[in-house]
C-alpha cells in the first residue's frame, strides 16, 4: 500500500530465519504482531477504499468489513477468555481488557451499520464508513501496538513451558473455529507472505 492507503501504522516486526513457532515463549508475541498487522491492513483497506465503493459492490464490500469485524469480535474474545486469565496469575491484564473496551461502542457501531448495508436495509454511503472508521480506528490500534510488549518473552518465559503450552494449544483450538472460507480466507490475503513466508497463518496454524 502507499502512505496515503496507509492510515493506520503496522507494528514493525523484522524476519528473522530463526523463528521457531514451537517455542511459544519466545514467538507468541511475533504471532499475535503478525495478525494483528493482518487486522491493520483490514482496517487500512476498509478506510481507503470507502469513498471509491461503487452502489453495484456496496453489499459485497459490507460482507467484507463484516468478515473483519468479526474476526476483531472472536480475536478479543480468545484473549479474555483464554489468554488472558492465563498471564493474569503473574501480571496484572487488566488493562488490556480496559483497551478492548474503550473502542467497542463505536466498533459496534461500525458493525450495525455495515450490517444495514448488507441486509440492504442501509443506503450506502463510503464518507459515513469512513467517519464510522475514524471513530475507533485510533484507540483499536493503540491498542494493537500496546499489547505485544504485555506478551514478551521476558514475561512469557516466566510460565512454565508445559502450562504455557497448554493455554497456546487451546487458543489455537478456538481460532481454528472460525469459518475457513471468510476468516481464513481474510487473513491469507492480508498477510506480507513475502516478507515473512514462514508464518503459515500463524496463530491460525499452531
Known sequence: MSSEENRYPLIPVTFSSDWDFNDHAATFGIEMSLIHNVFIRGLNSIWYHAPLVKKADAISFAGYSLTWVILIHDHH?????????????????????????????????????????????????????????????????NHLHEEIPTIAPERLSQYEKKELDAMIDAHSAHIKSQPLTTAFALVGTHHDFKTFPSWSFGLFAT
Open 77 to 141: 474474545h480468545g484473549e479474555e477468555e483464554i489468554v488472558f486469565p492465563f498471564l493474569q496469575a503473574k501480571f496484572n491484564m487488566g488493562d488490556n481488557v480496559e483497551q478492548h473496551a474503550a473502542f467497542l461502542k463505536e466498533l459496534n457501531a461500525f458493525e450495525e451499520y455495515m450490517t444495514g448495508v448488507f441486509k440492504n436495509k442501509e443506503t450506502y454511503d463510503g464518507e459515513k464508513v469512513r467517519g464510522l472508521v475514524e471513530a475507533f480506528g485510533d484507540t483499536l490500534v
